[in-house]
């Protein structure tokens, strides 16, 4: 059992809703003022390439 | 507060995501190794994630924020001081003999080495501190869920009323903490662990970051808070000169021997994460691994705590110009909310002026900070969190409840498949007394400190019975036994003749008589940690210099001086548990006097 597949899945989908959400959600409650850029995406972002990256590991791994 | 569609599907992600590692885990979970020590068969950066997740429950995430808050960076003492050193000692001097010697827990060791006697003690005390503990641990999440309203809006679509919502959250999490460990014992809670820390990293990291921008900085924190909020060790001298009211001596002497070694190196909870390792060099590089990410924690638990103490003091000052501290007062709630008693009045100090309740610095922050989706995650990390602590004492329970306690008192001859059973029933009985904990915790103000104070009681004088068992061929079982006695004893009676101030006499101390004062209830608490590991160290030698000394034959594998020297393994310097423990040192004293 490779725990890096369930983390990256988890971390993917995290991604992928917090990415939508950056997208579709209205500027005003995004609470741009505060960061200064828009969290939802660049983190979003971050998760997701950090899932996807765990996802490769796990399925390399499996491979090998 | 309302949460949008995104957040309920991160935080319904996580939930099932949770629920496949146990059933993945149970495909592996075939005998009684599998299921209590996960087969001895986790990676080192596995077990090393795992040993740290378990010990960041809810007292360590909501606590150690309120505690930022309340004394500053100081509290990182918890850490450099209070962690990193017992982390690095358990590691590379004592996981010899715990891996080694084949223990399956931390009190069947001490049965080993000393007697049936020393191991039932441990074993009884330490089964009652993790039904606690994870009572608690619910109890603060589901309190938590009630206080921030997180249900309240789909629990009045429903027509549900209100006070379902403590139940539930209860049941449910019991629920599924249940499921992911009857299906797969250590194992599933140890993968559950890593996911959860990954978690609590993603969903809080950006809560320092944007909450110490908001605040301006370092630099803003400082101008608002004053240097007393910033410093580690600036004032340690007297316990008038700090925050946190505690002397060098009880600091040192307290955290950053007694109460920290009692903790890391002898509490189950941690070690059974160690002793779950495919190897030797990997059950000695797991604090190791656990100690390089710990020393970094408080800059995501601690400085949210700190920045939401500066935005509620710029939030009191008159026409602020902080963005946050502002919205905060537009929508009439300062972060961190002041204290109410039970007819809803703000609590006063001595001084007359309103108590702050540190325990929402860090929760509210993420409320007002966080926009929707961010705002699931953070809930998310939360609820890993209370899951981890959760989970972390349900294994522990459940392993010493059947091999310390059932097998050993009960039926000695069982097959592997009658003690695995024992072991899953045990799951589920731990589970519904955490519940009836969890309940009777939320009969009483006070049950935090009460579980600081068993811990006190319990890990203080074990770390000396651990020590001298590890370190001195001739401690016995009669003297390691009374030793334990006296030294509980002792921590009891400090703690009954003495108060910190501002307290009345209860389960705060002074129970018995008024003979000491301390300054702050962690100076008392150190120091009752300090008696009970004096008294026990004491009377254990005491009682073994008068008693019969063991056979050395049998004590091989199980003293220092009487187990051959370990080879370090090769396959370069970061596979060295001693060149690890050294870099891990070596950055914390950089940490320390950076913060000095």
Redesign the interface.
């Known amino acids: 059992m490779d725990v890096r597949l369930p983390i990256g899945l988890m971390f993917a989908g995290a991604g992928a809703l917090l990415i939508a959400a950056g997208l579709l959600t209205d500027p005003a409650q995004l609470k741009l003022g505060l960061a200064g850029v828009n969290l939802d995406l660049v983190w979003g972002a971050a998760l997701e390439a950090f899932g996807l990256g765990a996802i490769v590991l796990a399925v390399t791994g499996r491979r090998r | 507060m309302h949460l949008?569609v995104?957040d309920g599907?991160?935080l319904g992600?996580?939930l099932v995501?949770v629920l496949?590692?146990g059933w993945?885990?149970s495909?592996?979970t075939k005998s009684g190794t599998d299921f209590f020590l996960a087969g001895r068969s986790i990676p080192a950066w596995?077990a090393g994630l795992a040993f740290l997740s378990a010990n960041l429950g809810a007292q360590e995430v909501i606590g150690m924020g309120a505690s930022g808050a309340k004394y500053g960076i100081a509290t990182a003492h918890f850490y450099w001081l209070g962690a990193i050193p017992a982390m690095v000692f358990v590691g590379v001097f004592m996981m010899p003999f715990y891996y080694g010697s084949k223990a399956r827990s931390a009190p069947e060791y001490l049965r080993m080495r000393f007697d049936e006697k020393t191991r039932g003690f441990n074993a009884l005390s330490f089964a009652v501190m993790t039904l606690i503990g994870s009572g608690v641990s619910m109890y603060a999440m589901a309190k938590l869920i009630v206080v921030l309203h997180v249900l309240d809006a789909p629990f009045a679509a429903l027509g549900l009323p209100q006070a379902w919502i403590f139940h539930l959250a209860v049941v449910a999490s019991a629920l599924v903490v249940l499921v992911y460990i009857y299906l797969g014992g250590l194992?599933g809670a140890i993968?559950n662990e890593?996911?959860q820390f990954?978690?609590i990293v993603?969903g809080f990291a950006?809560l320092a970051w944007?909450s110490l921008?908001?605040v301006g900085g370092w630099d803003g924190l400082k101008a608002t808070l004053g240097p007393a909020y910033v410093h580690a060790w600036q004032g340690m001298g007297h316990a008038s000169t700090n925050r946190l009211g505690v002397d060098a001596f009880g600091l040192i002497m307290g955290l950053g021997f007694v109460l920290s070694f009692g903790y890391w190196c002898t509490d189950f909870l941690v070690v059974q994460r160690a002793m779950a390792a495919d190897s030797m060099s990997s059950a000695r590089r797991t604090p190791l691994i656990a100690a390089g990410f710990k020393m970094l924690i408080p800059f995501i638990v601690i400085v949210p705590g700190l920045c939401a103490l500066a935005l509620t003091t710029a939030a009191m000052a008159p026409a602020s110009a902080n963005?946050?501290a502002h919205a905060a007062q537009a929508n009439g709630a300062a972060i961190i909310p002041v204290k109410l008693d039970g007819a809803g009045k703000p609590m006063l100090d001595s001084a007359g002026k309103p108590q702050l309740d540190y325990d929402l610095a860090t929760p509210n922050l993420l409320i007002h900070?966080?926009?929707?989706?961010?705002l699931?995650?953070g809930l998310?990390a939360l609820l890993a969190s209370f899951m981890s602590g959760m989970a972390g004492n349900v294994t522990a329970f459940n392993t010493v409840w059947t091999y310390d306690i059932y097998q050993a008192w009960f039926r000695r001859e069982g097959t592997d498949a009658h003690y695995l059973k024992v072991g899953r029933i045990t799951t589920a009985v731990g589970v519904l007394l955490s519940i009836g904990t969890a309940y009777l915790a939320s009969q009483f103000n006070n049950i935090m400190d009460l579980i600081q104070l068993i811990c006190a009681f319990v890990n203080a004088p074990v770390f000396a019975t651990f020590l001298l068992g590890m370190f001195w061929k001739r401690a016995t079982g009669h003297g390691a036994f009374w030793g334990l006695v006296a030294g509980t004893s002792a921590a009891a009676l400090h703690h009954g003749m003495t108060l910190p101030a501002d307290s009345l006499p209860g389960v705060k101390g002074g129970w018995l008589a008024m003979v000491h004062l301390y300054p702050s209830e962690m100076a008392q608490n150190f120091y009752t940690a300090i008696f009970a590991w004096s008294i026990c160290f004491g009377v254990t030698i005491a009682g073994s210099l008068m008693t019969r000394a063991h056979d050395e034959e049998a004590l091989a594998g199980l003293v220092y001086s009487l187990t051959p020297k370990l080879s370090e393994p090769g396959g370069g310097w970061l596979r060295n548990p001693v060149v690890l423990g050294v870099l891990v040192l070596a950055a914390t004293l950089v940490l320390n006097i950076v913060f000095w």
């Open positions: 949008g995104v599907l991160i992600l996580y995501v496949v590692i993945m885990a495909r592996k596995v194992r993968y890593v996911l990954f978690l993603a950006p944007l921008k908001t963005p946050l900070a966080f926009p929707t989706g961010l699931g995650l998310t």
